[in-house]
Each structure stands twice: as C-alpha cells, then as structure tokens.
C-alpha cells in the first residue's frame, strides 16, 4: 500500500524507507484488543476475542461508522446513514446501540483499541528507555500516515468537543489523557535509564511529540506537503538530542 499523497513523497530519512503504514487489525469482526495496564482489559489470555453473530452484527455497525467519523466527524454519525451504509433499518441499529450518544462513544473506544493495537502494543516488547519511546514514535508516525486521508478520530474529535460538555468529551478526555500518560511513562523511562538527561521535564517532551504529530497530519491532510513523515522523524531525533546526554548519540 502506497502512503497517501504528501505523505510518502520526498522519503531521503532513513526511517522512511520500508515505512510500514498499514494498521494490523482493520476490518476484522474478530478484534484483538490491547490495553494498558491503567485501562480496561476485556480480552481473554491470548488477546483475542471472537465474536458471536449478534456481536459480529454490533461490531460491523461501529466499523461502519469509524469510517463515517473518520471522516465527518463523530457529529456527523446519525442512525439513518449507518442504517443506510449496513443495508438495516433504523430500528436495527437502534437496537445494538440505545442512543446515538452510546454508538459515538462506542466509535471512540473501537478508534482507541486500534490505536493502541497499532501504537502502544507493539513498543511494548522493546527494551525500556530510548528504543521503546522511538518505537512508540515511528509506529504513531506510521499511523497518522495511513489516516490522513481520512483523518483521525483524536484530533477531529478534539475540534468537536472542545468546547462542549457530555460524556462523548469525557470518554474522549480520558482517552487523550491515558495516552499522554503512557508518554509521559515511555520519556521517564529513558530518563530513569539515563539516556535522557535527569533534568528532562517528560511532560513538556510530551507536548513536543504531540506538536510534531498534530503538524504531520495538518501539513499532510490539508496542505498535502510532499515529505511530511520525513520531516516529523527529523523533528523526533533533533528534540532526543537536546534532552540527550552527548554519548547516547
């Protein structure tokens, strides 16, 4: 698969090359599901669980409408063009979701365990320190390249529910929250494995990460800027190597 247009174009830094942007669990009505320590964990042992038909059915209808607000925002789902879009009627799906507000807030969780599946999971298995906070980086990186002609949920839904109130901006908060929490774990790590100077304020590295992943998708999504992951890596390593100590580079 071809990275979308201002994204895959002007690759010269070394992590572009192979950039592997393909999400692992798309599409599956049997979905394996990761979370941290600090979140729910529904999955049984070997992190897979299988569906029944009825929860197949349930599962379908949140794919269909993770597309829908990939695109038109979490605000744009309604019954009847979900209804539309999986051949059903309204009281179909009426019937897996009892409001609106409970499939949108089903639509965040189903975004956040992919997300997670993608992005977290996988780093897990790397050494603690500057190789898992990489990881963690080139495989969110990876990520907001395949969504970007779509755009992601996050940071949609920030713009929708920033100045609103509700429990769609709650779950939402949590979520947004719980990541910048397994960050803040991943820059105190390699602080605590001194491959980051001890006076290393994680939170504000943090902020930073996050300021490079918001321009990556506003500078591919709206500007379709010609080497926009390239540039996001060149911003990681130049803001590792001012919280570095000179001999880890």
């Known amino acids: 698969m071809s990275a979308p247009e201002g994204l895959g174009r002007g690759r010269s830094h070394p992590r572009c090359a192979g950039l592997d942007i393909k999400p692992k669990f798309e599409n599956s009505t049997t ?31 949140v794919d269909a409408a993770l597309q829908i607000a990939a695109q038109q925002g979490l605000e744009g789902l309604t019954i009847g063009q979900l209804a539309e879009h999986r051949q059903m009627s309204k009281s179909g799906v009426f019937a897996h979701f009892g409001s609106r507000e409970e499939l949108q807030i089903m639509v965040l ?14 780093a897990l298995a790397r050494p603690r320190g500057l190789e898992r906070l990489t990881a963690i980086f080139e495989a969110w990186v990876a990520r907001t390249v395949y969504t970007a002609p779509h755009g992601c949920i996050f940071i949609s839904g920030a713009a929708e529910y ?14 947004v929250r719980g990541w910048q929490r397994e960050l803040v774990r991943a820059v105190s790590q390699a602080i605590e494995s001194r491959q980051l100077e001890a006076s290393t304020d994680p939170e504000q590295v ?7 992943i918001l321009t990556l998708h506003h500078d591919g999504r709206l500007l379709r800027s ?24």
């Not at 979370?35 to 209808?61: H, M, P």
């Not at 920033?162 to 979520?175: A, E, H, I, Q, Y």
């Open 206 to 212: 943090v902020f930073e990460l996050h300021g490079i």
């Open 31 to 61: 979905v394996r599901i990761f979370f941290d320590r600090q979140w729910l964990n529904t999955a049984n042992q070997s992190g897979w669980v299988t569906l029944g038909k009825g929860e197949q059915t349930r599962a379908g209808i």
């Open 109 to 122: 969780e189903a975004h956040e365990a992919r997300f997670i599946a993608d992005v977290l999971r996988p």
């Open 162 to 175: 920033d100045d609103r109130s509700g429990p769609v901006r709650d779950v939402l908060v949590r979520m």
């Open 226 to 249: 010609s080497g926009s992951a390239e540039r996001a890596y060149r911003a990681f390593d130049r803001l590792m190597l001012s919280f570095a100590p000179e001999q880890v580079f």
